[in-house]
């Protein structure tokens, strides 16, 4: 009897020493499906994605970027400027995983655009700056191309000031020139003047030379220089959505394919309306469900 009762012993500590092993080994369980939200609900992992082009459109890649990675902690997102030319000829080679762009790939010459997928993310307005100094506040557009192409070099000549013109300009690989100089210039080449890679540059320029003039999205105007009115229209986002003012561009972004991965976690985000409808209107952009016009690369408009 006194060796059974020592047996039982044995097995009873035995299987508590068991039961405790067992209760040890499921206890990491919990904390690692957690793991996989990231803390924040969560599961965005993947390879690090790169978004090149448009400066226009920088500034709302940029913060969708850092609203992005605070959520998902694991995304690396790194976004560059360039030109649109540049995002475009990026991606196409896979040198970037998504291409930036102010017009339709299919406007670039030497670019597969039939190898790219477009995501229009938002429209952005684009309008003559000039320096404070320049008093005049509208011009014709007569007016503008005479000024773009060398035709005008004074203010004076349009009721400005005794001031000489300065052309300001974007590289021929810019979305933003080549939006502004077909619906702007009527197609009409610009005349020599200072050329700028970047939209902050040309308006660091603009609004520190007297008689400046260039040409910004409305993401890049701020109270150091002054947009003018176009025949009387004010590049408002109201008139842009009906297209009462045409100087306006999609925003793309460009993928080689269809997106996969962080890009398409990515892609959807800037598409969601915590972004769509917040921050795109903060940085000056558009919706696109805000327009009531639809144009196609061409240029040809069509009512929604």
Same mark, same amino acid.
């Given at each position: 009897?006194?060796?059974? #009762? ?8 035995? +299987? ?5 092993? +067992? @209760?040890?080994? *499921? ?6 499906? $957690? ?18 082009? @448009? ?14 990675? *605070?959520?998902?902690? #694991? ?17 196409? &080679? +896979? ?6 762009? !102010?017009? /339709? ?12 997928? =477009? ?23 007569? $007016? ?14 349009? #009721?400005?000031? !005794? ?9 021929? &690989? ?8 077909? %619906?702007?210039? !009527? ?9 700028? =890679? @970047?939209? +902050? ?12 003039? #260039? ?50 976690? %990515?892609?959807? /985000?800037?598409? &969601? ?8 209107? =903060?940085?000056? /952009?558009?919706?696109?469900? =805000?327009?009531?016009?639809?144009? !196609? ?8």
């Amino acid at each position: 009897m006194k060796k059974l #009762g020592k047996l039982l012993m044995v097995l009873t500590v035995a +299987g508590a020493l068991l039961a405790g092993c +067992g @209760s040890n080994n *499921a206890a990491p369980a919990q904390p690692e499906q $957690q793991g996989n939200t990231q803390n924040n609900g969560s599961s965005v992992s993947g390879e690090p994605v790169t978004a090149v082009g @448009s400066t226009a459109l920088q500034p709302l890649v940029e913060q969708a970027a850092k609203d992005f990675t *605070a959520k998902n902690p #694991g995304v690396q997102i790194q976004v560059q400027g360039g030109g649109s030319g540049t995002g475009l000829s990026q991606v196409a &080679s +896979g040198a970037a995983t998504i291409g930036n762009s !102010d017009i /339709f790939a299919e406007e670039k010459q030497g670019i597969p655009a039939n190898e790219l997928v =477009d995501h229009k993310v938002a429209v952005v307005g684009m309008a003559a700056v000039v320096s404070p100094k320049v008093t005049v506040d509208n011009l014709t557009k007569q $007016q503008l191309i005479d000024i773009f192409t060398g035709k005008i070099t004074n203010w004076k000549e349009v #009721g400005g000031p !005794d001031l000489k013109v300065t052309l300001v300009n974007r590289p021929k &690989s810019s979305g933003t020139r080549a939006t502004f100089h077909k %619906f702007a210039l !009527d197609g009409h080449d610009e005349a020599e003047g200072i050329t700028e =890679d @970047s939209s +902050g540059t040309v308006r660091k320029i603009v609004a520190e030379t007297p008689g400046a003039i #260039g040409y910004l999205a409305l993401s890049y105007i701020d109270d150091s220089v002054k947009a003018l009115k176009l025949d009387g229209v004010e590049a408002s986002a109201e008139n842009i959505a009906a297209n009462k003012y045409p100087v306006w561009a999609y925003e793309h972004m460009y993928t080689k394919g269809e997106p996969t991965g962080t890009a398409k976690a %990515f892609l959807d /985000f800037i598409l &969601s309306d915590e972004v769509q409808k917040k921050t795109v209107t =903060d940085l000056g /952009f558009l919706p696109i469900t =805000d327009m009531k016009v639809e144009r !196609d690369a061409q240029g040809n408009v069509t009512q929604k």
